[in-house]
């Protein structure tokens, strides 16, 4: 679907066959339930995106660009590597679901991760970013059993509530990195 740069807010909703979808004038624009969905093309003007049970694989969070729906990647089972360093207001960090992601790039200016967040993220490897990162909720990596690499591994040093991370599954070169005994 190509929309003219004149459309400024797309909203689509269980579009099944779906699979590209070019929004160049679009300020805010919500996909959800589009398992075949793959691709989107937008400009600078982008400030929210929503994109659910989608078929995307790969995001780079345009500038200026902010999630303000908790769920806004929830359930992206094709989604293996995520920008949002760039993301201006990130009300919520929530991927859960997320089966297949890899590689998240969080911005360095969050000071928190949501409930659940990475909740489901059985294959995540890599987070890279949140450098301001203050507080963690025991349930925010939950089955995330593939933890290998955390840029900003200095929160976890100052998590003092045994029962987070008990509840957290690291991998043995993570546990080292972090140097936490679990």
Known sequence: IYYPISVK??????AQTLRFVSAMGAESISICHSPYLERIKFGKSLRNIYLPYTGIMEFSMPQKCG???SDAFRGCS???KIDLSNCKDLEYVCFSDCSNL???T?????KSLDTKAFSGCR???IIKGGEQVEALNKATFEDCYSLEFIDNWTFFKNVEDEKL???LYFTKEITNQIGIVI
């Open 67 to 69: 999630l303000k729906y």
């Open 123 to 125: 294959n995540l490897k």
């Open 165 to 167: 991370l008990a509840n």
């Open 102 to 104: 890899v590689d998240i």
């Open 9 to 14: 807010n797309v909203d689509i909703r269980n």
């Open 106 to 110: 969080l911005p360095n200016n969050i």
């Open 78 to 80: 094709n989604l293996r």
